[in-house]
């Protein structure tokens, strides 16, 4: 709870002061992806999980941000038992540098709970806390992706409306493209979003993959005003399933896959963005976007 007799605006303009007197001039700071996509069963978080490793043998040091409270599977995927969540952060009985674990070949991750409910949705106190911890993970990483979850809650918003860069994840599946189009719509009305990049899961071949690019590209410009760029398609490939089934991710337990290869691609094409001065994603824009969002509601 936070004292009503204490000025909020006073403390949110120190924590804003403070966090450009630590960061004059930030010489490194990582890009932050917020990976999305409206409806379940895209392959939204095996996506965050084999980019993630790809970037990792780019070298680029990633972290990966489970950010589904109560339902989170990145874990799983990755073949982790954490002992501590995001959950227990949130709660105020751990650090965030206390809960995060080493993945394979290096990647970082920060794991969420799975059948919990201590945290089902970001509150004020969770959001400021988030930031603070956040803060100190600046000089450590190039690339964080956050794997938001299904659908389009609050948290989700949040997630998104944070990371500044959003990759929306779909399929050629009518159902999947009518919600990664839903999920445009809700995100540039709600937190005034003018931009996404897409990558189209489980496409037959590389003409399906632009074809649904082009439908879902042409109907954000026209009717949302936002743009859409294309970062590429993963092919529908079994070897995805039996990685999954083997709690590996694809690109270790088959390289030489048709997914694979696509991946490798997609995280090829971000890596040779990094030093790209239009980039807009970053851990420093991150921050303070929390900020503001925090600020926003403590005086709504």
Known sequence: MIDSGINIKNIMTEIRQESFAHHPQIAHSPRVFAITGGKGGVGKTLTTANLGLCLTRLGMRTLLIDGDFGLANLDVVL???????????????????????????????????????????????????????????????????????AGISKNVQYWTSSAAEIIVVTTPEPAAMADAYATMKVLAQTVREEKFRLIVNMARNDEEGLKVYGRLASLADEFLGVNV??????????????????????????????????????AAQMASEKNASTCKGSMQLFWNRMVNSAQQEMFV
Do not use: W
Request: hydrophobic share 40%; net charge negative; with cysteine.
């Open 79 to 149: 073949n982790l038992s954490p002992e501590h969540t995001l959950d227990d952060v949130l709660a105020g009985e751990r650090d965030l540098k206390d809960v995060i674990l080493d993945g394979p070949e290096g990647l970082r991750v920060i794991p969420s709970a799975s059948g919990l409910t201590k945290v089902s949705e970001l509150g004020r106190a969770q959001k400021l806390l988030l930031l603070d911890q956040l803060d100190s993970l600046d000089e450590e990483f190039d690339v964080v992706l956050i794997d938001t979850p």
């Open 229 to 266: 760029e294309y970062l590429g398609c993963v092919l529908f490939d079994d070897a995805v399933r039996g990685a999954v089934r083997e709690r590996v991710t694809y690109v270790q337990r088959y390289p030489f896959s048709a997914a694979s290869r696509g991946m490798r691609a997609i």
